[in-house]
């Protein structure tokens, strides 16, 4: 029975098994959500946070199935410039396994689910907060920008760096300035990690009609901006060792990874023969940039913690 | 007829959703005693 109607394709929703539910939670997008959460979790403790461990486990795994649901709602409304792009043609719906309806709706239980779920097991600020984040990727971001705006990533980039400052949240019950400084390291990392993606998928976006800034602005307008976003994020980088709540390991850590950071950006600058090569390597630094950034302030904070 | 494969998934997905659902009650029955604390039995009402 063909069920679902609307942008994407339509599917038989007795052909999905549980397996293509999970992907539409965007598992690889979820975890680095449940890493940065994690951090802030920890940082929270190691300023003084008190939290019972099963409580800060269930916190995680709510704010985990939050990010789970963003990524549920996002397939449901992309469907049909899914369907458009290589990166996304594989998804559950453009494939024709899940139908539109189901997949919206899925989200639509998780993100109430996983909202209430951080309510019982932390307080009211986590969870308004992550229903915040939630509302911002589809609403703001997925519904409104993307489609509308060059600027869709720089501003949607805030969702991606809510889940540091949910966590923090979720063990102090407030949202200190350390965590909106880990929001700021995600939010101005965004840019130039998308728009290095957008540099070498690009007739990818412009296919889908998405307003990326290469297709808009011109490639040579979006090198320069991801060198000076590059720039701006290496410095907000090394703002928790400035700022006194991460120590001098995390210094040098964020210092070399934003030097070196700062310089693939500028070969992506310069380099306009060779700019989607250059790109793919800022791309894959990127996430390696966030990873270790995070990974130096909870190693940090672990041996302050148990050492 | 029914298609024996999807009746497969079907099945698969149903137990999924009982799986998730069992897992839910059992979190939040750990949450509210957890939340509460040990001491139940003498809180004042």
Request: no cysteine; aromatic share 12%; proline share 5%.
């Amino acid at each position: 029975m063909a069920t679902g109607t609307g942008r994407g394709r339509t599917a038989a929703f007795s052909d999905a098994g549980p397996g293509e539910y999970f992907s539409l939670l965007k598992p690889r997008v979820m975890s680095l959500v449940v890493f940065t959460a994690l951090v802030g979790m920890v940082a929270a403790v190691a300023g003084g946070g008190e939290v019972h461990p099963m409580l800060a486990a269930i916190s995680l795994l709510a704010i985990a199935i939050g990010a789970g649901a963003s990524g549920a709602l996002n397939m449901w409304w992309d469907a049909d410039i899914d369907a458009l792009m290589a990166r996304t043609v594989l998804r559950p719906i453009p494939r024709g396994l899940v139908d539109r309806s189901s997949a919206g709706a899925f989200g639509l239980v998780l993100s109430v689910l996983s909202v209430t779920l951080l309510w019982l097991a932390s307080n009211v600020l986590a969870a308004a907060l992550l229903a915040f984040t939630i509302f911002f990727y589809v609403v703001i971001y997925s519904m409104w920008l993307k489609r509308a705006t060059p600027q869709n990533i720089v501003i949607g980039g805030a969702a991606g760096a809510f889940p540091p400052v949910v966590a923090w949240a979720s063990v102090t019950g407030t949202a200190p300035v350390e965590a909106w400084t880990l929001f700021a390291i995600i939010f101005l990392w965004t840019p130039p990690h998308f728009w290095a993606l957008a540099l070498y998928r690009e007739g990818d976006y412009a296919r889908a009609g998405v307003p990326m800034m290469p297709n808009v602005r011109g490639e040579a307008e979006t090198r320069r901006q991801i060198f000076l976003y590059a720039i701006i994020m290496a410095v907000a980088g090394v703002a928790p060792f400035a700022m006194g709540f991460a120590g001098p390991f995390y210094g040098a850590v964020s210092l070399g990874m934003g030097a070196a950071f700062a310089w693939l950006a500028w070969k992506v600058r310069a380099d306009e023969q060779g700019a989607k090569r250059s790109a793919q390597r800022l791309f894959g630094f990127s996430i390696l940039y966030l990873f270790t950034l995070f990974a130096a302030i909870l190693a940090e904070d672990l041996v302050a913690l148990y050492v | 007829m029914s298609d024996p494969n999807a009746d497969k998934r079907r099945k698969q997905r149903n137990l999924a959703i009982g799986g998730l659902i069992a897992a839910f009650v059992v979190i939040v029955y750990f949450v509210t005693i957890l939340k509460i604390g040990g001491q139940i039995a003498e809180r004042p009402f």
